[in-house]
């Protein structure tokens, strides 16, 4: 039986174009490496330096790149089996399974130095063991061999030397391997030095220190905020999930965001970057807020730039996702003002969410005030008040019933913006007990006063004349008594009458194949006229009522119904303007004259 080959071109070129996003990486991975020889020699004695030195081209004066460790090394036999084999780690356990300490579990990390370097040195002294020298190549080749003399090491640890590919010069210069130290390596509980700067910052910032008081902590978190995630948080929230090892904050974004937009979270595994825009940390619901955390527990996928999906990190999200939610609680319980202004910002968000999430709703429900007809409430104190959530689906249907159903004394919510009417609808799945119902304008007149037979039959001759003039508009005439007395009539439409007035119109515009489709939606004209309903309690209407000359009956009626249009907001068609046009100049002309007849009468 013999072996398989493997091509070690075809493995990097696998690894560089298709596991790992980006050569930058490989500071990562030598950083890892290090960290996991020191915590391997300190785990036996724990006295031992914890030094990551890295040299960058600059330094070594030859375009290589250095990195020094004062780790465990390895002995001339592990650096055959090690490094010698792709997917061979000296960090599983007998079983084969990753050992808990350390961050490198694969035994691949090694090979994304070849993003960068065609070759790979390395230099490493196990206890007092010879120092062994190792060099790989990007063809697969390598070689291993005892140090002389001159290249012993003084010290226990590793070198590791990287010759740049042709293209991968400037990853090895100084302020690019800084930042990927700083970036990567600024948790790491080891000190990390690029040339003579010290890139590791102690330990996370969200962690309380002896020496500080609440206030300190909280500020320099939000400092912590402002200089890596570049906004001043709306508030801070501790983090803590024991069951992952996990620790950390969320800061609360002070800004609107879309909440399809993943923006993911800046997590640290065992101390070391894993990603800044990490996804699947929190419940989906949670958009308003970025986290920053290290876990001991959680697992990297192997290119280490995601989160392994698995229970724990189930857990995890379910008890973050508490933790936003007992601040969310706190907020409506202990601070309404706090709580108002973050609905300010999060609003639509949280809306948008409130469709699918029934927390959301609840929190819009509870806490988000609505405009309605009696002014602003949040829904749970409208249906306190006037029981039914009745509302209507649009700004400008609302606009238009809005102060006559307050004058009938019917409540009305807004539900015209964004959705808000889908909410509404979505409140029941709350509770079974709550009642909503979507106001048609035309159940209005339900609530108006009819007027008694005698006065019905008296008007009858006006509303001859009226009928006549709004047949020609498709509007039927109506009369009834209701508050307020000022407003001479009502135009209404309801759903219906809306849907096909449309309906007429779009076929006005298309081609007859497809009028002929819309055709059959449209009903018999009858069913779904718009009404305009006089209000026989208005002095005006009254009086028109007792004129009897129908040329200025018709041009009053003309004038009132454009009047009408105007006040709820409805489209105007170029028959209604031009209508309003002739009914003002009409009017006008009959008042001039009237007062002409008086001067002449007087004169
Ligand atoms: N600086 C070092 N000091 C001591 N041993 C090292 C060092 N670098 C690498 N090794 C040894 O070489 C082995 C292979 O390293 P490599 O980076 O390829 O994989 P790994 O760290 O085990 O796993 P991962 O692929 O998850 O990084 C390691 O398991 C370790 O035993």
Redesign the pocket.
């Known amino acids: 039986m013999t072996n398989f080959q493997v091509d070690l071109r075809g493995v990097v070129d696998l690894l560089s174009h298709h596991l790992y996003g980006s050569p930058r990486v490989y500071v990562r ?2 950083l ?3 960290v ?2 020191i915590t ?1 020699r300190r785990a036996t004695d724990s006295g031992a330096p914890a030094l990551v030195r890295i040299e960058p081209a600059e330094l070594t004066g030859d375009g290589t790149l250095r ?1 020094h ?1 004062t ?4 002995t001339e036999a ?1 650096v055959h089996e ?2 010698a084999t792709i997917g ?4 599983r356990d007998e079983l084969g399974f990753a050992r808990h300490e ?10 994304s130095c070849f993003l960068v370097a065609d070759e790979i040195r ?1 230099r ?1 002294r196990h206890g007092n063991e010879p120092t062994v020298l190792w060099t790989g190549y990007a063809d697969g080749r390598y070689e291993v061999a005892v140090a002389g003399p001159a290249d012993e090491r003084a010290e226990q ?2 070198s ?1 030397t990287l010759v740049p590919r042709r293209d991968g010069a400037q990853w090895l210069t100084g302020p690019t391997v800084v930042e990927l130290a700083r970036l990567y390596g600024s948790l790491l509980p080891v000190t990390v030095r690029v040339g003579s700067e010290v890139v590791s910052a102690g330990p996370p910032p969200w962690l309380a220190t002896a020496a500080d008081s609440p206030g300190d902590r909280r500020e320099r978190l939000i400092g912590y905020a402002q200089a890596t995630l570049g906004f001043t948080p709306f508030d801070v929230i501790d983090l803590s999930v024991p069951a992952a090892g996990l620790t950390g904050a969320a800061f609360v974004l002070p800004m609107p965001v879309n909440p399809a937009a993943k923006l993911g979270h800046r997590v640290y595994l065992k101390r070391m970057l894993l990603g800044e825009g990490t996804e699947g940390l929190l419940p989906e619901w949670a958009f308003f807020a970025r986290c920053v955390v290290d876990a001991t527990e959680l697992r990297p996928t ?1 290119s ?1 730039e995601a989160l392994y999906e698995d229970g724990l990190l189930d857990e995890v999200r379910e008890a973050l996702g508490d933790q936003l939610r007992g601040w969310l609680v706190r907020l409506a319980t202990n601070d309404r003002d706090r709580l108002a202004a973050f609905l300010d910002v999060h609003h639509l968000g949280v809306k948008a969410l409130a469709l699918h999430d029934d927390e959301m709703l609840r929190l819009v429900d509870q806490w988000w005030p609505m405009e309605t007809n009696v002014g602003r409430m949040t829904l749970a104190e409208f249906r306190e008040r006037h029981g039914t959530v009745r509302y209507c689906a649009t700004i400008d249907e609302f606009r238009q019933l809005a102060a006559v159903a307050a004058a009938q004394d019917l409540a009305i919510v807004n539900g015209g913006y964004t959705y808000d009417s889908e909410i509404i609808e979505r409140l029941p799945s709350l509770d079974r007990e709550i009642l909503v119902d979507r106001l048609d304008p035309s159940d209005l007149t339900t609530r108006f006063d009819t007027l008694d037979p005698d006065t019905e039959l008296a008007l009858r001759p006006f509303l001859k004349v009226t009928q006549r003039a709004l047949d020609r508009l498709g509007c039927e005439a109506v009369v009834r008594s209701f508050e307020p007395a000022a407003l001479p009539a009502l135009y209404l439409v309801d759903r219906s009458a809306a849907f096909q007035q449309q309906l007429r119109a779009t076929r006005e515009r298309v081609d007859d194949v497809w009028a002929g489709v819309l055709a059959a939606f449209e009903q018999a004209e009858a069913d779904a006229r718009p009404q305009l309903v006089f209000n026989h309690r208005n002095p005006l209407v009254r009086r028109l009522i007792a004129l009897t000359g129908s040329g200025l009956t018709e041009l009053a009626v003309e004038a009132i119904y454009g009047q009408a249009l105007l006040l709820g907001h409805h489209p105007l068609r170029p028959a209604d303007a031009a209508l309003l046009n002739r009914s003002f100049l009409g009017l006008l002309n009959h008042a001039v004259i009237g007062e002409a007849e008086r001067e002449g009468g007087s004169a």
Do not use: M, P, W, Y
């Open positions: 991975e030598l890892q490496n290090a996991d020889a391997a990195v460790d780790g465990i090394g390895l592990q090690l490094l061979r780690s000296g960090k350390f961050l490198g579990q694969f035994g691949i990390g090694l090979l390395v490493t640890g590793t590791v192997a280490r």
